[in-house]
């Protein structure tokens, strides 16, 4: 039959070697300037989009980059005299009376003394804005940790006010005219003589690491935050992962491929795309007012952004689990293991490292999240760190938009700290995905 | 109409034991979804013997030989009618545990595929499952013999722990052979074992298997008429889904019954 074939086939093959069809010398050398000149307009384009890549990628960092000033801040160091009378009426020394002691008092009694020229209502309130309201916390831990130092003089850096460091920082602007300027002419001229005597220091401003939020931007820190996100992170990871790789392996190693398998897959293709405010939304109806869970809480967020987080895990799980060659399935089957022996012994070690890789990724992506944490009040103010995931708590992102969002100027630095803080985290969640890729994979 | 000769304890076979029956096949038809690959197969896998499944692309001797353990359950559109037997038990029986049924006809493949584990993993993966070894001292012995049964022993020995993918792919089909004979099948089925082996690397195998049949029974698919007429004692021609010939592999091979076997094994078609 073969014979018969190939008759039929001849006119064709004579087609094919007619050399008449061919093209001219010069038609073919068109033909690879056309190819060259395509080449060349796809790289350009490709290099085009990865030049622009690299600058907005440039511009993002160099924009945040001030964000570096929030480390530190700026403290006075005044004589401050521990006046018995004031920490320590009764005599006592009783450190329960010496917590609730008028520091602050302390600190305004040595500005005073400093600028003994002040002396109207109106100069000497100039003089008490210099430091923070909070500037009082560290005479009490000091005299807290040591009592002695009760009617001694002691020289301590305290907090400068968040204009004055501002202003000290360069980020208010002298040169505008003084009706248009937060800190007037007198407070600046006061500064400067501080700053001539050596009075103004820089520190690290451990608050920023070790405190919750606070309305005054020199006392306000991310720790709470941080914590919070934690939480968060933890609660997304234990609902997300074990039940995203169990419905993931379920759909893929054991589900009859039928029209009701089809349709969930297609959906959970395409819940993960759905915008995460409505995820914050279905947070809010199911997790807050049905389950009743508490309001701005690390659990009931941590579960939102689970639901949200679910999808890339399952959807990354599969394709990893895809990825294993069947051989490996079909060799533990042929010396008689069952099919979950074959899943659990060989095609889910072996899906790890893509598994995990996903799961981080999508676990960088529930950090990074904001919309739904609004819906279920993340957004509030809170002061205290959570001790749990049921109280209370902000999250890194939550927190930015905070302060993003708030009047006083020191806010905006805080803001670009607490992004570097965010992107210092996502870099370590992503470098951990690479290196366990890595380290993990394996060929065969 | 398909003439089936299905040799009884008359056939010539190049040994003097006594042959007895391991595997029957009984009207076996196959489906995927709604097309026919196998059409009413009838045959005997015999004790102590090499079977050849021999045919051209696509005539459903690899699917033949993957219904002899239930290989095709893992496709889920395939569907199989009649009666397989592995001595006088039918492995399609509702009540048969498919589990059970591969631990006692184990199967190796046409592409080697060892787990990306160490070598003495690879082994001790099938027993471990099954339950076969009382101490980790019995384990090792396991592990050793499986590998000296598929003569790996020697060239392994001295490196248990590393991976069985960095061996070379001659030693990784043995090493799936040891695997497989580990758990103590019974019958043996390889799907084209030497088909993707350079011709040391066969000789090797086929030395083997000619080795492993005082111990096991096997089935082996190859296109490789060659090989079939070497190692073989039976021979089963398809064709088309049909099983055309079956015979002892001497009759086969000089004088079958069939032209169209006939055709086949001296390249008239295929």
């Known amino acids: 039959m073969n014979e018969v074939a190939i008759e039929v086939e001849a006119p064709k093959l004579a087609r094919l070697l007619d050399a008449t069809y061919r093209p001219t010398a010069e038609q073919a050398a068109a033909l690879v300037r056309r190819r060259y000149a395509r080449e060349r307009a796809l790289k350009l384009a490709g290099l085009t989009g990865l030049a622009i890549g690299v600058l907005a990628l440039g511009l993002l960092l160099a924009s945040i980059v001030p964000g570096v000033k929030a480390f530190v801040r700026h403290a006075i160091v005044l004589d401050i005299e521990f006046d018995a009378a004031v920490i320590d009426a009764s005599g006592t020394r009783d450190p329960r009376e010496m917590a609730k002691a008028d520091y602050q008092e302390l600190i305004y009694r040595a500005l005073y003394r400093l600028f003994p020229e002040a002396t109207g209502r109106e100069a000497r309130r100039e003089l008490r804005s210099l430091v923070s309201v909070g500037a009082g916390d560290r005479l009490r831990d000091m005299v807290l940790a040591d009592p002695s130092i009760v009617g001694s003089t002691q020289r301590v850096a305290v907090i400068a006010a968040s204009n004055i460091d501002q202003v000290l920082k360069g980020s208010i602007d002298r040169t505008v005219p003084e009706e248009s300027r937060v800190v007037k002419d007198r407070t600046l001229a006061v500064i400067d003589r501080l700053a001539e005597q050596g009075r103004i220091t820089r520190e690290w401003n451990k608050s920023f690491f070790l405190t919750g939020d606070s309305r005054h931007p020199e006392l306000a ?71 009743g869970l508490p309001r701005s809480s690390p659990i009931a967020g941590g579960l939102t952004l689970g639901l949200m987080t679910l999808p890339t895990v399952v959807v990354a799980t599969r394709a990893a689990l895809r990825s294993i060659p069947p051989s490996i399935r079909e060799a533990a089957l042929g010396i008689g293991a069952s099919r979950v022996q074959a899943v659990l012994h060989h095609v889910l070690p072996l899906a790890m490292p893509g598994i995990l890789t996903g799961t981080i990724i999508g676990m960088a992506q529930a950090l990074g999240e904001t919309a739904p944490l609004l819906m279920i009040g993340m957004n509030a103010f809170i002061v205290d760190v959570p001790r749990s995931p049921w109280d209370a708590a902000a999250a890194l992102p939550v927190q930015i938009y905070i302060w993003a969002d708030s009047p006083e100027r020191q806010f905006a630095e805080l803001t670009a700290g607490a992004i570097i803080v965010l992107l210092g985290f996502l870099i370590v969640m992503n470098g951990l995905a690479i290196y366990l890729r890595r380290r993990l994979e394996r060929t065969w | 109409m398909v003439t089936t000769t ?37 045959m005997d896998v015999m004790k102590h013997r090499v079977t050849a499944l021999i045919g051209p692309s696509g005539c459903g001797k690899t699917t033949f030989l993957r219904c002899l353990n239930r290989m095709n359950d893992t496709i889920g559109s395939c569907r199989v009618e009649g009666d397989i037997r592995l001595d006088g038990l039918n492995i399609y029986d509702p009540s048969i545990d498919v589990v059970q049924v591969r631990a006692r006809v184990g199967m190796v493949f046409q592409k080697p595929n060892p787990f990306p584990k160490s070598i003495y993993e690879n082994v001790a993966y099938g027993p471990r499952i099954h339950g076969l070894a009382r101490s980790k001292a019995d384990l090792d012995d396991i592990v050793e013999a499986s590998l000296r049964g598929a003569g790996l022993w020697e060239e392994v020995a001295d490196r248990l722990d590393q991976p069985g993918t960095s061996l070379s792919g001659g030693q990784q089909q043995r090493l799936c052979i040891a695997r497989a004979i580990a758990v103590s099948p019974e019958v043996i089925l390889m799907d084209e074992p030497c088909s993707a082996l350079d011709p040391i690397a066969t000789a090797h195998i086929e030395e083997l298997i000619d080795e492993l049949r005082k111990t096991f029974t096997i089935v082996i698919v190859t296109h490789n008429m060659q090989q079939a007429a070497r190692v073989s004692q039976y021979t089963a021609f398809f064709h088309l889904g049909k099983l055309i010939e079956f015979g002892p592999t001497e009759e086969i091979f000089t004088r079958p019954l069939e032209q169209m076997t006939q055709d086949y094994i001296t390249g008239r078609f295929g």
């Open chain 1, 221 to 291: 820190g991310l720790y709470g935050a941080l914590i919070g996100s934690a939480y968060l992170m933890l609660v997304t990871f234990l609902f997300s992962v074990p039940m995203g790789i169990a419905a993931a392996v379920y759909l893929e190693e054991f589900a009859p491929k039928n029209r009701v398998t089809d349709l969930i897959e297609i959906n959970i293709n395409n819940l993960a795309a759905v915008p995460s405010i409505v995820f914050g939304l279905l947070g809010l109806a199911i997790f807050l007012n049905t389950f």
């Open chain 2, 6 to 42: 299905v040799p009884t304890a008359t056939a010539t076979v190049s040994s003097s034991a006594p042959v007895s029956v391991k595997m029957s096949a009984r009207n076996v038809n196959l489906w995927y979804g709604t097309k026919q690959a196998l059409f009413d197969v009838n």
